[in-house]
């Protein structure tokens, strides 16, 4: 804008009074007697590029949603206001408009904030549902460990979301509280229960060890294991007690049991000792037994075998960690002489055989008959017929050869 007495949006009066053009008219916005009109219209317009750079600058702060709508409102409201009426120089009634331009983008971002505000609100909905349902899943569990931990940190999340309306709000922290609730109270009886169950099981543990302590002297190898093992059974059965008082309980019943394991083992290292020699005397027996093998006369190798399953019983017990061995390769040969028999009788079993004879007679019998009936077919000149019974003919024919293999193995 040009500093002149007569300008585009104002003029300087001679009296020094300066004016602005508004829509219909002028109007006075003061006066600046002390200086040229050129210096009175630059101070106005100085006004109005003050104000015009403020319009500016709200105009950025709302395009970037630096203000929430209603500061933006309130924000354009008061500056318009100061525009309006300002005293100075210049185009207000255009910077009015670009601060009237600004209500649709205001339009626009408050209903963007309403529409984020109903997502948030929703979101907070379902994860106040979500924290809701896990409390009450946890209030009926027993998850005493993990539990109380669980809720707390639920509680923590509830208290992070934003409020709802208070009805809904209100409903669902009835709930989360209810079932936190019920939680404590079901976890305060399980721990009162639990004390009571640990000092009655700290009574039957006592007794337990007190057992295991008299036993530990005892020479009598297999009844007292079997003690033992019946003592170790009812002391899984009563649970923990105190946990204190266990260990130590633990220990007395522990030392007890080693104390005679640990002397049994050591009466049957001696034992192992004199085993040694009747490993030694089976070895040769097995080695007289694997000769029988393979199978050439049947009742030679029976009666041969019993003998030296005699001698086996009499030579006596061996190293357990020779045990297994030995005894395996013994029946093996047993297993290989009772099959060869197993497989003898098979094939002169009667009872079979009559069997196989049977069926012989009934599968030709059959056979006669449908040759007669493909016969008749053939001169009735009945082709689905004969094809047929072709089919059937040829299939009970391969039943028959099958039924004279397996008698023939047993004649």
Do not use: C
Not at 380 to 396: Q, W
Request: proline share 3%.
């Amino acid at each position: 804008m040009s500093a002149d007495k007569q300008s585009d949006w104002g003029r300087v009066a001679d009296d020094g009074t300066v004016y602005v053009n508004i829509p219909g008219g002028e109007r006075s916005v003061g006066q600046y007697a002390e200086g040229t009109p050129e210096e009175a219209l630059k101070f106005f317009t100085d006004r109005y590029d003050a104000l015009a750079f403020e319009v500016h600058l709200l105009e950025q702060r709302i395009g970037a949603g630096k203000l929430s709508p209603e500061e933006a409102v309130s924000a354009v409201k008061s500056l318009r206001e100061q525009v309006v009426e300002a005293n100075a120089v210049g185009d207000l009634v255009g910077l009015a408009g670009r601060l009237d331009a600004l209500a649709p983008l205001i339009a626009i971002q408050r209903d963007a904030k309403r529409a984020e505000k109903a997502q948030r609100t929703a979101e907070s909905k379902a994860e106040k549902e979500r924290i809701v349902l896990e409390a009450e899943k946890l209030a009926e569990s027993k998850d005493w460990r993990n539990g109380a931990n669980r809720l707390r940190d639920l509680l923590d999340q509830w208290k992070a979301l934003p409020r709802l309306d208070k009805a809904t709000d209100d409903t669902l922290w009835r709930r989360f509280s209810g079932a936190r609730t019920t939680y404590t109270r079901h976890r305060k009886a399980h721990f009162a229960e639990e004390h009571e169950r640990r000092d009655g099981a700290r009574v039957i543990k006592e007794r337990l060890a007190s057992e295991a302590e008299a036993l530990s002297t005892s020479t009598e190898w297999g009844p007292t294991a079997g003690k033992y093992r019946d003592l170790m059974r009812d002391w899984k059965a009563a649970g923990p007690a105190p946990r204190d008082i266990d260990d130590e309980l633990w220990q007395r019943f522990r030392g007890a049991q080693d104390s005679f394991f640990g002397a049994r083992d050591a009466a049957d290292a001696e034992a192992e000792k004199e085993f040694a020699a009747n490993a030694e005397a089976k070895e040769a027996i097995l080695v007289e037994a694997e000769k029988l093998l393979p199978v050439t006369d049947l009742d030679a190798a029976k009666k041969a075998f019993r003998d030296l399953a005699d001698r086996w019983d009499a030579a006596g017990k061996v190293p357990r960690d020779r045990m297994k061995d030995l005894e395996g390769r013994m029946r093996k040969v047993e297993q290989t002489i009772r099959s060869v028999e197993d497989d003898k009788w098979k094939q002169s079993d009667p009872e079979k055989s009559a069997r196989a004879d049977d069926m012989i007679g009934k599968l030709e019998a059959g056979i006669a008959d449908e040759q007669a009936k493909l016969d008749k077919a053939r001169s009735a000149g009945d082709d689905r017929a004969v094809k047929r019974l072709e089919e059937s003919l040829t299939n009970k024919q391969a039943f028959l050869d099958m039924a004279r293999r397996a008698a023939a193995d047993f004649g």
